[in-house]
């Protein structure tokens, strides 16, 4: 029972996450024309703060779900598939927050935010990394999930995600170089069999 109430908990911190990522993507939307008027309108105190609730509040998801990582497996047929729609969702808005986050760290407009938007994207990429992997019952089950000792007081979210990152293009580097190995394999097959 108390991991049912724990993990209900920690669904409604991460819609309350939610929502203040889709405040954060709506937020002088970069795709507009009248991105230059809205940069000037909005104070910058008022912009890092929404940041920095944005980076508080990802956190706050982060130890709870790694508190709760074994929630998933304790429920059973409805009420799985309608709890792991949710944290799909949340996943879907941590990917536009990324996404959105990405092209204003880019963007020369945003700089007088200073890394604010930094945080927001290694922070919300450190918290999709854990959603996705307690989603994954599989490996909660085999690994036995994180171990929360790793993650102590002093733990930053930003050099997590940074390390995620990290992988992530190591990861993608390495799937490329097996591919062309296949690919260059594929091609010694192919003269053998045309001789």
Do not use: H, P
Not at 3 to 12: E, K, N, P, R
Not at 150 to 170: C, H, P, R, S, T
């Amino acid at each position: 029972m108390k991991g049912i109430i724990s993990g209900v908990c920690a669904i409604a911190l991460l819609v309350s996450a939610n929502t203040l990522n889709a405040d954060y993507n709506e937020k002088l939307s970069i795709e507009t024309k009248n991105t230059q008027f809205a940069l000037k309108t909005i104070k910058t105190e008022d912009y890092i703060s929404l940041c920095s609730e944005v980076v508080k509040l990802n956190r706050w998801a982060f130890y709870t779900s790694l508190c709760d990582q074994n929630y998933f497996l304790t429920l059973e047929g409805k009420n799985k598939i309608k709890e792991k729609q949710k944290i799909r969702k949340i996943i879907k808005q941590l990917n536009k927050t990324i996404t959105t986050s990405k092209k204003r760290m880019n963007d020369k407009n945003f700089t007088r935010f200073e890394d604010a938007d930094l945080k927001v994207y290694y922070s919300s990429l450190a918290t999709k990394n854990i959603l996705e992997t307690i989603l994954d019952e599989d490996f909660i089950k085999v690994t036995g999930g994180f171990d929360t000792s790793l993650f102590k007081e002093d733990f930053d979210i930003v050099e997590y995600g940074k390390g995620i990152e990290a992988v992530y293009k190591n990861i993608t580097n390495e799937e490329k170089q097996e591919f062309a190995l296949i690919r260059e394999r594929a091609k010694e097959y192919e003269c053998l069999f045309q001789i």
